[in-house]
């Protein structure tokens, strides 16, 4: 296909959706649901074309020798198409926002003023090699009342086009147009070109996968982009900690699912208990298989603990490696935190609510904790339910992106012939 | 100045501004209303300086043969210094954002979630040749706890450097960090290629001025824009419109000050009524001297007006013109403004309820309006107080955008020692 006709159908595809967005904006958030169940029914029914699709997939990542993680993201199972469908029945029973008045006033001349939440309109998610993405991403946008305009990852080509299928199909079932869900079958950058500057036709890009896609997209795109880029979480244990619950929280935080977003990467130990403290979280982490990286005066305490260099203050491992370094109290905490931070989760454990309170409005991150895990960052834990991702940007959105984050407003004015003086 | 030396300088006002933007996120509300207070007074100390400063780049303009329309924008008087400190001042009354707790909530494990409103940080404004928009903008974002950083245009450099310099003494009185206003001296375009790819240190771009001005930002920035574009704003006379009532919002909305973007730019009447109200339409018009378009039907009982061509239902003329059309009905209404407007404002006259419902439902703009001038699209008028603009993007602000709309949020999360399981 010559790179111009290629072009001319995103555009088209743009279009399309445009059209399509305008329909959803109107729908009732029942008939959003009969999609959702409907999609879930077509993703169920079509399990063993989804599967078959995915097998190859699969054989062509093995042949070109992709790694055992891609291939694990990669892989689907009868029980993740039954998960994809549940979560899209999930959805339906979550509360619908569209619709909704945030508020309502009088002015002095009469005029009611109401605000009310509407969709976004078109969404573009950019993933990258897990194809229950397309399920999920598609399920939360429609639930919004969005049109979902998908670009998933060359590996799972195949699975995405038999996932896309089956909820097209939902959504005819369900006499709702199915161009509600676009899906780009072209995987070149050549994509990027167009899809990222076609502002015309699409209002938001959520790119979900590692932090050269986020940053290649953002340097690109001419649209909105909720940026979902690292985690390098701490957890403080403050002079007034009670060791025990820092020590659980910690471990909880670290070793729990270390390859999230939310996971522990750093701790800071007070000095004033780090005598006591640091020897107990070095057995501790021991046990988990932990590997310690330390400053000095940590590696005084846990001399086998490596010596940390600049960089692993700023590094998100995702993997059974933490960092710790004794601070002089908490003030040196939050300077610390602000200068290697991700602003992503961060928490500090103490029994001292005067600390507790200055730690949580000095440290800017988008979720801030007293006595909790950072791993309780996500939507579900959270009580939204459903969540797109976890924004690190602070315009829009800010942490755990549910279907509300997914939402806009508008201003609607009652009158009867109000004119400006 | 070398460019390289110009690119450091820009950086390290990038990190000034980082650093003050820490210390204001923590300063109580009183303490940013009393750097408001001492702000104003500077700049009335300041007002014969400023207005020197003013008559010097009124010089250097009028023989570089800038338009009178410039020369207008550029012109500082005493009385538009004292408003300046006057919108600084009407500021510190109004309700602070910074804080509020949006939400509450307690979860099955006993975390209790807390959604409160912060600063975004530091926010860039670009914009053109009136240099009140320094205090303004500067006020706007101290009173929300927000870092300023400002990058007037080149006409307004000495009128800029003098405020600039009265707004950094009040800060200064305030015992506050005269860092949480950042002036950029340099106007060429390279600062743009330095400036907007700051996102370490930027967190949102927010450019006023024309078009060209917004796209070009658009297109450079890899940090967030919030966009004011432009307003092609409808005014829809329903068949069961009152015609006194329609033909006052119009006349309001198109001739109380045209060259707003909320003024409105086009007349869609209904062919049902269209006979008797056309000609009142055109009487009522040519009286404030607004010269008239209109497609053919309009035409026919219009003679004199000129023929509309396929660009004046796009055109913001910004000026006493109107184009005029004749529709069958609402959803051709709606449809001519899916396929022309700017999703701005947009209103329809009609004593019918459901149709009033139903143009405000399926009209997707920032404000829509039953019965009334869409002149109404303001921050005061709506009862904000004060506007940094009226947001034309989807995201985070839509419509008028005021000090709420200048915040972002955290989570704040109290534990009793919870880990996730």
């Known amino acids: 296909m010559s790179q111009t006709a290629y072009h001319d159908e995103l555009l088209a595809m743009g279009v399309a959706a445009r059209t399509a967005a305008r329909r959803l904006a109107v729908l009732p958030g ?10 879930a029914a077509r993703l169920v029914a079509a399990a063993d074309a989804i599967l078959a699709a995915n097998a190859a997939d699969l054989a062509a990542a093995t042949r070109q020798g992709l790694s055992q993680a891609m291939l694990d993201r990669l892989a689907l199972t009868p029980a993740r198409v039954a998960e994809m469908a549940k979560g899209l029945r999930t959805l339906t029973g979550l509360p619908d926002p569209v619709g909704r008045k945030d508020a309502t006033w009088l002015r002095p001349n009469g005029l009611r003023i109401e605000k009310v939440r509407v969709p976004i309109g ?8 897990r194809p229950n993405v397309t399920a999920d991403a598609a399920g939360l946008c429609l639930k919004a009342g969005n049109v979902a305009f998908l670009r998933g990852g060359s590996e799972a080509m195949n ?30 950058r050549a994509v990027f070109d167009t899809l990222l500057t076609m502002d015309r036709y699409i209002d938001l890009v959520i790119p979900r996968g590692g932090e050269g896609l986020i940053r290649r997209v953002v340097e690109t795109s001419t649209i909105p982009v909720i940026k979902h880029y690292k985690g390098v979480c701490h957890v403080y244990v403050h002079a007034a900690a009670d060791p025990d619950m820092a020590l659980a929280i910690i471990e909880n935080a670290k070793c729990q699912r270390p390859a999230t977003c939310n996971a522990c990467e750093k701790v800071l130990i007070d000095a004033a208990i780090a005598e006591s403290f640091a020897p107990r979280l070095a057995e501790r982490l021991r046990a988990c298989h932990v590997e310690l990286r330390g400053d000095e005066a940590f590696r005084r305490l846990v001399p086998d603990a490596r010596p940390a260099t600049e960089e692993d203050w700023y590094a998100e491992y995702l993997d059974l490696i933490l960092a710790v370094r004794i601070v002089p109290g908490i003030e040196a905490a939050i300077e610390h935190i602000a200068a290697y931070g991700s602003n992503h989760s961060d928490a500090i454990v103490t029994d001292d609510r005067e600390a507790g309170q200055r730690f949580v409005e000095a440290v800017d991150s988008a979720a801030v ?3 909790a895990s950072t791993r309780f960052t996500d939507g579900a834990q959270f009580g939204m339910g459903a969540e797109m991702g976890i924004s690190t940007d602070r315009i ?18 009652y009158g009867s012939g109000q004119v400006r003086t």
Do not use: F
């Not at 029942?30 to 999609?39: F, I, P, V, Y």
């Not at 078109?122 to 990258?128: C, G, K, L, M, P």
């Open 30 to 39: 029942d008939a959003r649901n009969r999609c959702l169940e409907a999609m």
């Open 369 to 371: 904790y007293i006595n």
């Open 159 to 188: 699975s995405n086009r038999a996932i896309v299928e089956a909820l097209k199909a939902g959504l005819r079932d369900a006499a709702v147009t199915d161009e509600a869900v676009q899906w780009v079958p072209w995987t070149d």
């Open 396 to 413: 829009h959105a800010r942490g755990p992106m549910g279907i509300e984050e997914l939402t806009s407003y508008k201003y609607v004015v």
């Open 122 to 129: 078109v969404i573009a998610i950019i993933y990258e090699a």
